[in-house]
């Protein structure tokens, strides 16, 4: 989004002795407008944002940004309910096309997209005149609407500067699903609270009612009253206690391994989201692209295969400690076993293209093999990511 930002005020440059200018908008009048309609409509599709590029003041290439959705949003929505939250709403700043999805993704009730940092503080009123409020951001044009709401929230791992001074609450890991467990220390820390003070001045004024009919002399009431101050003070410490709301966690070495294998996820991702490309060029006539494609499909799969075995060798015994249960981990390593068979089949498939380049039914079914393997490697990593790496708070780094 910043990329798309700095291109929409008009970044210009020289590449190789050409005028280089980089625009939202800029070039777009010069085009064909079915074309534009054409490219707008497939980043739509996407969920792009569409930036274009002119060389020696001609439209040279269209650049298609996507975000990635963080993979614990829909997870925190559950669990923010779960806590009581009644109403999910999202303000972005993109387009309605994208944010809608997106929203409708994570289980927002409402989403109000195209928003200027003004037009967050109005929704932020809006939401608040109805209950009280929490908004949570992490970018510049958050702040005003942090500073709004009855309670701000910035993400500080990563967010800015501003954002963190004008919240009430800086979450200092790169993980929302931290407020839904914030959300919740905070309920048990009031419980808790509530039942030792109450409990506290229940037992003193019993006893001041035994002392007083008698019962109780001066020097035996006192050591009572101590004694009372020191259950009170231990009841409060029930708050330091694991409690039923806490999320299992991965600590020390096997939270290092999940920072690194979500490392490789995301050296991963950018390989699986070129499959459909590579599919294509798999399939397409005999020659050098042809050739290329089959050898980028099957250095994927190997580095795929190493890291699926870490997977289920190291990763999947952690988690399934962490969470606990007879097989915590059983439906994602049968996910695995499909990744496997669909590697094996793409192998054996790319081996009798490289034997009989002419037939066509290899590489059909190449075609075919390989979308399935996109399809699923896409569903088996956004589990993982919103299931298992949220176990282990992971260092912050830029996406793909």
Known sequence: EDVAERAGQGVRGTVEGHRVSVGKASWAGRADPAWLERVRGRAAARGAITVFVGVDGRLAAVLLLRDRV?????????????????????????????????????????????????????????????????????????????????????????GATASSEAADVVITVDRLERLAETLAIARRTRSVARQSVLAGMGLAL???VVAALGFLTPAAGALLQEGIDVAAILSALRVLGPGRDRAPRLRGDEAELVRRLDEEHRALWPRIERLPALAGAAAGPAGRRRDAALDALSEFLADLEVHERKDERLLYPAVARALGGSDPTGAMSRGHAEIAELARRIGAL?????????APEPADDLRRTVQELYAVLRLHFAQEEENYFVLADVHDQAGP
Do not use: C, Q
């Open 206 to 208: 019993a006893a001041m």
């Open 70 to 158: 963080r993979p614990d949003a829909a997870r925190t929505f559950r669990l923010l309910r779960r806590a009581g939250i009644g109403r999910a709403v999202m303000v972005t700043g993109d387009r309605a096309d994208v944010a809608g999805p997106i929203g409708r993704l994570v289980g927002a009730d409402a989403v109000h997209a195209g928003l200027s940092p003004a037009g967050k503080v109005e929704v932020a009123r809006d939401e608040s005149a109805r209950a009280p409020t929490v908004m949570v951001g992490d970018g510049v044009n958050d702040a005003p609407a942090l500073a709004t709401a009855g309670v701000g929230v910035a993400l500080g791992a990563r």
């Open 350 to 358: 790319t081996a009798e293209l490289r034997t009989a380049p002419a």
